[in-house]
């Protein structure tokens, strides 16, 4: 995710930005960039870089040879993690308003940039980047009429979405401008400097004082001074907060492990995927990037999922919500098999590429097979600008934010939140009702409070782990929308406990596989309040008859499955077609806890990685 590194004071701040930079490196990014105030040329100077920073850090050695001159003491930097536009050069921040006066780093998202975009060029504003945070610096540029902090404020007025910004200007060198809405910013205040940033662990080098922006303050820093205001100008007062912690549990947000971070980030990863997409007085959802006209969409009558790993679990749970809501016939293959089996495409088939990274080699290859037979394909990745985003041209992005953990999680419930959004947009153009449509989008827009509600059980997860953590082997069962569900559960186990686990159908269970199971194989069986529960609830005691241990993922307040299993997750009730969402997250949490009971190196399982570009 995007980083912020403002410096203003005695030192070289040349240093203290990329020293800044290097400590954000940990959220992801994909470019970086700086732009410093010379004394010397009385203007700003700017340099930036696609890839990592030590690759801006030799720009800035051949572009900027007295980098390191004492009189640079005021500047802003940034790590990029593409929304708006591919990672480039072009498109990395600093963004600069056309005077080249003002320079702005900015995370978060403008979502009415298009319009104010159309404006500015209608003013004879020229845009270098497509970014959405190049419309910020021109406004600036506009509002601009010698006070820098009014102009910040008059610019923010403007825009709608989320940010946190960090401004310089050429007319003052003592100066930052900083503001919040929705984006974290920190000001670390030191001995005659401040350090602005995004996240706490680019400070604290530097100094344990610190003070965090509420949403929609401004705040006037200089070397000596800090003023916070409202974006109406009234001032207002923030407390000074001392930082104890070290580096590590900071990059870690205080969890233990990146994949438990990234468990606890999934509400807010939702939020962002469902974000300015969602219609609900029209019952339906909007996909920019799949760029298919209303007639295209409804021409599509097939479709056809590649993916691998969890991302190819989410496409099966694909299969049902198309097939479904949009009574589309859905095929969903892993795509190191769609590759080499010849696939058959035909004009009315629409193929989705499903990969986290956008960078795994079968998706990658399954994807160049299927548009060499002409094939629609559209991407759907976390990754902006990896290589099947850049493939497909065309397709939705996650939003759900840099995934480090080696294991899936946040990704997949996300993906799955786009597959919804997708199959309501086709079912629309079909068979689903604008009543039926509309009460999809609702129970979307609930989605990031169910997945809260749902992270409120990890304590009672956490003791069921400890109880089972020394299996050797375990089953998941599900069936429908849980079958996918169990396949993943069982994944999710086996890469990071290294306990043998199988996902089945829960029907299946017992065409061989039951032969497995005594007292000392457990079972975990998702079974929620949904069509097929007394079904499953069947099969439970099936496997208790065989000595096996039951944990059922059950429905808060349902107590049906409760008399055939040992223990029970509770998941918070939701429609059937988000229903695995909040269950794969149960599932997320137990193998985490169970991995950790077991001492396992959580976020480097052996023999993995985290993007597979091998065959
Ligand atoms: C499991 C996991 C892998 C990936 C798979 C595909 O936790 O992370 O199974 O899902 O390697 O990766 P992407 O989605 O990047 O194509």
Redesign the pocket.
């Known amino acids: 995710m995007c980083g912020i590194v403002g410096y203003i004071g005695q030192r070289n701040a040349t240093g203290v930005i990329i020293s800044g930079l290097k400590r954000l490196e940990y959220r992801g990014y994909d470019s970086a960039g700086l732009a410093l105030y010379s004394s010397r040329r009385q203007a700003l100077v700017r340099v930036r870089a696609v890839g990592k920073i030590a690759g801006l850090v030799s720009r800035i050695e051949t572009d900027l040879p007295d980098h390191a001159d004492p009189d640079y003491t005021l500047g802003v930097g940034h790590t990029r993690w593409a929304t708006h536009g591919a990672p480039t050069e072009a498109n990395a921040h600093p963004h600069l308003s056309r005077n080249g006066e003002f320079a702005v780093v900015h995370n978060g998202i403008i979502e009415n940039y298009a319009a104010l975009k159309e404006r500015l060029i209608r003013k004879g504003y020229i845009f270098t980047s497509e970014t959405d945070t190049e419309v910020l610096a021109h406004l600036v540029e506009e509002c601009y009429e010698g006070d820098l902090h009014c102009a910040v404020a008059a610019a923010l007025e403007q825009v709608e979405g989320t940010y946190g910004i960090a401004v310089v200007g050429s007319r003052h060198q003592g100066l930052i401008i900083a503001a919040r809405k929705g984006s974290p910013i920190a000001i670390g205040a030191g001995q005659s400097e401040a350090i602005v940033a995004s996240d706490i662990s680019a400070i604290i080098g530097y100094t344990k004082q610190v003070v965090f922006l509420n949403d929609e303050d401004i705040a006037t820093i200089t070397a000596e001074t800090l003023d916070i205001a409202s974006l109406k100008n009234v001032p207002v007062s923030r407390a000074l907060t001392h930082i104890d912690s070290n580096l590590d549990q900071i990059e870690k947000g205080g969890f233990e492990h990146f994949m438990l971070k990234e468990i606890h980030e999934q509400p807010q990863a939702l939020a962002n995927a469902i974000r300015g997409r969602l219609l609900e007085k029209d019952g339906t959802t909007r996909l920019g990037g799949m760029q298919m006209t209303s007639a295209e969409i409804a021409r599509i009558s097939h479709i056809s999922i590649a ?5 190819y679990y989410a496409g099966m749970v694909g299969k049902y919500l198309f097939e479904d809501l949009a009574g589309l016939p859905t095929d969903i293959e892993q795509a190191a098999e769609f590759r080499y089996r010849n696939p058959i495409i035909e004009p009315d088939t629409l193929m989705l590429a ?7 080699a079968d ?1 990658i290859a399954a994807v160049r097979e299927a548009l060499r037979k002409g094939a629609t394909v559209l991407g759907i990745c976390n990754v902006v600008g990896s290589t099947i985003a850049r493939d497909t041209g065309r397709g939705v992005y996650l939003h759900a934010g840099p995934e480090i953990g ?3 999680t946040k ?1 997949f419930t996300a993906q799955v939140a786009v597959l919804a959004m997708l199959a309501i947009i086709f079912g629309r153009a079909r068979r689903l009702s604008g009543s039926k449509g509309r009460e999809l989008v609702r129970e979307l827009t609930r989605a990031p409070a169910i997945v809260a509600a749902m992270l409120e059980e990890e304590g009672a997860i956490k003791v069921i782990a400890e109880k089972y953590a020394r299996s050797e082997h375990m089953f998941y069962l599900g069936r429908g929308y849980m079958y996918p569900a169990a396949l993943e559960g069982a ?2 186990l086996k ?1 990071i406990s290294y306990i043998h686990a199988e996902g089945y159908h829960a029907a299946e269970l017992k065409h061989g596989p039951i032969a497995l199971l005594d007292e000392h194989v457990p079972v975990v069986v998702a079974v929620p309040d949904l069509p097929g529960k007394s079904k499953t609830i069947s099969n439970m005691q099936e496997c208790r008859a065989r000595g096996s241990s039951v944990i059922a993922i059950a429905t808060s307040g349902d107590d049906e499955a409760i008399s055939s299993c040992n223990d029970v997750i509770r998941v918070p009730r939701c429609l059937e077609f988000l229903a695995p969402i909040p269950v794969v997250i149960a599932e997320q949490l137990l193998a985490y806890h169970i991995a950790r009971f077991r001492g396992c190196p959580i976020d480097q399982p052996r023999n993995l990685a985290k ?2 570009t091998v065959e």
């Open positions: 993916a691998c790993g969890t991302s499903i990969s986290q990274s956008g960078e795994t998706t080696v294991a899936s990704a994944l999710k890469e993007s597979v």
